[in-house]
Structure formats: C-alpha cells, structure tokens
C-alpha cells in the first residue's frame, strides 16, 4: 500500500484499494485464527472466540466502510472499444478490471482474493502498441508483472494454485476485452471466456510472458467466446 | 434409406447464423444446457452438466473443426454433417453429462432411458445440425430409423466406449446417411455423397 498519495492516479482509486487491504487483512485474519483454534480444545477456542468476535467486528467495520465510499455493484461492465489506444482511461480500465477479475477468481473456485486497482492501472499505463491483441497481450503481461491479482486463495479439491488461478484471470479477462459483446449480457461473456480460459489452462500456463504465444491464443479465440 | 424423426428442441435465439453461433462458447453452453433439460424433462431425470468437461469438450471440437474445414463450397453441405458427428465424438469422449436421479419410470425399450447421456449428445448434434442445414439450404433434417433401434443403441455405447471415433460413423447413421465404418472420423473431400446440393437456396453469409 503507498503511504503517500500518488499524483498519477485519482485519490479515489488509492483510498479503494485501502480499503480493500484492510478488509482482506481482517477477513483472512479472522479465517487463520479460526481454522487454528478450531482443533486446540475448549479453553483455547473460549479465548480465540473473544479475539476472532473483535476480529469479526473490524472486519464487518472494514465491509461497511467499503460498501458505502466504494459503492461495489459487483456488475461487470466495460465498453467495446476498450482496448483501443485512448479510448479508456487507466482508472476506468481498473474499476471494470476489479469487478471482472474478482467474478472470474470466484468462477474459477477461488474463495477470497485481492486485486489491485492501482496495480491494474499502472498495468493499463505502461502498455503500448495499436492494434488490440497487441494491446490485450501487453496488458496480460503486464498485470501479471505489476501483480494486480495480489492474492488468490483456492477452495479445498480446487485443482488449481492461486499463481495459476490469476494467470487464466488475466487471460480470461483480455478475451472478455476483445470478445463481440455487443448482443449478449456482458457478463455471460465474462463467464464464457472463463470457462475457455479453465478449458485452454495448459496453453495459458505454458505461454506465461511469451508475447507470440499469447497473441496467437488470443487471435485463436476472440471470435469464440 | 427410409427417414424418421427425431427429438426436436427449440435453441437459443442466436443474431449470428447457428454455425457460427455453435463456435461460440457462450451459446455452445446455452444451447447444450437448452437439449439436456429438455431430454432431462422428457424422461423425468435429473441431469447434470460438468461445465470445465463442456468447455474442453468445446475448444477441442472447434480445433478440430478449424483444422478441417476444407473451406470448399462443392464439401461444404457435407462438412456440415461431419463437423456435428465430430461434436458427438468431442462430447461422449469428455462426456460432460451425469445422472443425478434415474428416470422416474423407466422405459429398457427407449434410448434415452437406456443411455441418457449418450441421448443428450446425440440429440444436441442432431438439433444443431438440423438448425444449421435448415439456415443455410432450407433442407429439413430427418434421421435413419436406427435413431430409435435400442440394438444399434447398445452396439453404440460398446463401440464408442472402446473408440470414440465409431461416435462419426453412429451419427451419420443416426441422421439416415451412410456411414465409413473403415475410418469413420476422416473427412475425404473426394467422398462424393458429401457433395453439396446445387438448388441456390438462399444462404446466410
């Protein structure tokens, strides 16, 4: 988390993702401590079940704050020409990256996770190029490189790692980019590219930072979401 | 070879003709998700769909098909019938689909209550290459008798279990054409009952 304001980037999205820590941090806080306590016996879990109730507070006080100053829809939206040079700002891609990145994790079995908007921004900032798989390809590489999915936790009988689960997110969320949306709910969109993301997980894993390979997926598949 | 009928089911309106539709992950999961709770209704069984079995089902099918489309306009009507058999072969190879609860009377003389999810397959194939046929040449698909034969039904599932590529040569049988038992899942552009017909019916692009 930067400790001053970044000039870069709006207050907002800075504040958003404050928050978004500070809420993570209580939640898993609270999970360790109950997953540890839980087999200790009685006198241990009496004392534990005061510690996690304060927990349980911060972290509930975390959600509310964040409900109310974030105003969190959960509905996953971006414009079609979002990945033409200029057409998006890097907060706007950021916002649509939190949603879209956090629907794809749950979809592909994680049960928390932590994505950076400031992360995403500077991802969307750095990338270069004009033609969009071009576009989409760099900013893959590049949010895996600025760590936009700073954590992905895995439900238990998940046959994929969190490392693993963020790569298909980024990849699933630069198919969803480049995919036709014009006729069908964007994110029944979201949810196909996915499931092609899940279906196509040894070529994405296989092609981790290799521009060509990733290109040629993407170029394979954008018409097929 | 005398023609039948099948179990039609309406898909998913689609803006895109069906054979692009159907290279579509998003209505490729409607559509197939339209046929099972169909048939699932029809003998009163619950079934199940594995959607990561589905969509690798999907993405191997659509490599298959990408690499095979000879892109031909005297094959093309027979590469129709034979990218929808190869459907079969993807989808009872990743056999997606799982019972959960038995039919509530069930029927050992029908098909579909003697394997439902070989059922499913078939008749999503079957109803995706009728919606396709029809779009493009206005031609209404039928189906052979066997489609209703529980002997050929039985010699299917063995067959297909052992080989998923006897699955091409069942469903040309299935759809009342002849079948290559020899090498049934390869595509020979020379095969000259895969000619396309030359009515100019009116076509979508």
Redesign the interface.
């Given at each position: 988390m930067p400790r001053h304001s970044d000039p870069g980037l709006p207050g907002a999205l800075l504040l958003r993702d404050a928050l978004r820590i500070v809420r993570h941090v209580a939640r898993e806080g609270r999970d360790v401590v109950q997953h540890n306590t839980s087999k200790a016996g009685r006198p241990v879990e009496q004392i534990a079940g005061a510690a996690i109730a304060q927990v349980d507070r911060f972290a509930h006080g975390a959600e509310e704050v964040a409900h109310l100053m974030l105003g969190e829809s959960g509905k996953v939206c971006l414009p079609a020409t979002a990945l033409q040079a200029g057409a998006l700002n890097a907060s706007a891609f950021a916002h649509a990256a939190y949603a879209a990145l956090g629907h794809i994790l749950r979809n592909l079995g994680a049960h928390s996770w932590l994505v950076s908007e400031v992360k995403s921004a500077r991802a969307f900032e750095s990338v270069r190029g004009t033609g969009d798989i071009e576009r989409a390809t760099a900013l893959a590489i590049s949010m895996r490189d600025h760590g936009a999915i700073a954590e992905a936790r895995m439900d238990a009988g998940v046959p994929l790692a969190g490392q693993e689960a963020a790569q298909l997110a980024y990849f699933g969320l630069m198919l969803w980019m480049l995919a036709d949306k014009s006729s069908d709910d964007a994110q029944e969109v979201l949810d196909a590219a996915t499931a092609l993301s899940l279906a196509l997980r040894d070529d994405i894993l296989n092609a981790q930072g290799d521009r060509e390979a990733i290109a040629a997926l993407l170029k394979e598949f954008r018409d097929h979401v | 070879m005398s023609e039948s009928s099948f179990l039609t089911v309406e898909l998913p309106d689609?803006?895109d003709p069906i054979r692009v539709a159907v290279?579509?992950?998003?209505w490729f999961?409607?559509s197939f998700a339209t046929v099972v709770d169909r048939v699932g209704r029809e003998i009163g069984a619950t079934i199940e769909t594995d959607?990561?079995a589905?969509?690798?089902c999907?993405?191997s099918w659509?490599r298959k098909v990408e690499h095979l489309n000879p892109h031909s306009e005297k094959t093309r009507r027979g590469f129709f019938d034979h990218a929808a058999g190869l459907m079969l072969r993807e989808l009872i190879n990743a056999q997606p689909c799982r019972i959960v609860s038995q039919p509530a009377e069930p029927d050992p003389a029908d098909p579909a209550h003697f394997w439902p999810e070989g059922y499913c397959y078939t008749i999503y194939c079957m109803n995706v290459r009728a919606a396709a046929i029809q779009q493009e040449y206005g031609e209404v698909a039928a189906s052979g008798e066997e489609i209703h034969d529980l002997r050929t039904w039985w010699s299917f599932r063995e067959n297909t279990t052992k080989n998923g590529a006897t699955a091409v040569a069942f469903f040309k049988l299935f759809t009342g054409g002849t079948p290559n038992w020899q090498m049934p899942d390869s595509f020979n552009p020379n095969d000259a009952t895969l000619l396309s017909p030359t009515s100019s019916a009116p076509r979508l692009n």
């Open positions: - | 689609s803006p290279r579509r992950m998003r999961r409607a959607e990561a589905l969509a690798q999907f993405v659509l």
